[in-house]
């Protein structure tokens, strides 16, 4: 199943964003592509927020990883930008993220294509200007389907 969303605005990504909180649950993995600057880490920053996280909400293009435990699950945040290596991937544990539950956001999934676990929504951020985008979620699993059809019939953008 695929959406695409206009998003007109800062504040229509952040209402996107609110209202994606809501439906993702644990264990769901999005990944998110899109040019540099295309918005991916502003979206996941904002559903971030929105899921509850507090304090700083930092990049992790250097790190490749942000985890971030709230009181059910953890949440992960992955640039994988800088990653060159799919040996990297097994050095630094990344396989074992998603025995525990988990939401997990992986910007540049393409550069450990084969190494992540099956995919709930793969989201495309494209420019259509200065503050517009177009934001595609394809979902790829039943449990992204449900959770797709429950944001679309909330979503008033």
Same mark, same amino acid.
């Given at each position: 199943?695929? #959406?695409?969303?206009? !998003?007109? $605005?800062?504040?229509? /990504?952040?209402?996107?964003?609110?209202?994606?909180? #809501?439906? @993702?649950?644990?264990?769901?993995?999005?990944? !998110?592509?899109?040019?540099?600057?295309?918005?991916? *880490?502003?979206? /996941?920053?904002?559903?971030?927020?929105?899921?509850?996280?507090?304090?700083?909400?930092?990049?992790?293009?250097? *790190?490749?990883?942000? &985890?971030?435990?709230?009181? $059910?699950?953890?949440?992960? #945040?992955?640039?994988?930008?800088?990653?060159?290596?799919?040996?990297?991937?097994?050095?630094?544990?990344?396989?074992?993220?998603?025995?525990?539950?988990? @939401?997990?956001?992986?910007?540049? &999934?393409?550069?450990?294509?084969?190494? %992540? &676990?099956?995919?709930?929504?793969?989201?495309? %951020?494209?420019?259509?200007?200065?503050?517009?985008?177009?934001?595609?979620?394809? $979902?790829? *699993?039943? @449990?992204?389907?449900?959770? !797709?059809?429950? !944001?679309?019939?909330?979503?008033?953008?």
């Amino acid at each position: 199943m695929i #959406h695409v969303f206009n !998003l007109e $605005s800062l504040n229509a /990504t952040e209402n996107l964003a609110t209202k994606t909180a #809501h439906v @993702i649950i644990p264990n769901f993995i999005v990944s !998110l592509s899109g040019n540099l600057g295309a918005g991916k *880490t502003t979206l /996941t920053r904002a559903i971030l927020r929105a899921i509850g996280i507090t304090g700083s909400i930092k990049s992790p293009t250097f *790190t490749l990883v942000e &985890p971030y435990q709230l009181a $059910s699950y953890v949440v992960y #945040h992955f640039d994988l930008y800088r990653f060159s290596d799919p040996e990297e991937w097994f050095d630094a544990g990344f396989d074992e993220y998603f025995n525990e539950p988990q @939401i997990s956001f992986i910007e540049w &999934p393409e550069k450990a294509e084969g190494l %992540i &676990p099956p995919i709930d929504w793969q989201i495309t %951020i494209n420019f259509l200007n200065d503050e517009r985008r177009e934001l595609i979620i394809n $979902s790829l *699993t039943d @449990i992204g389907d449900k959770c !797709l059809m429950k !944001l679309i019939n909330n979503v008033e953008i």
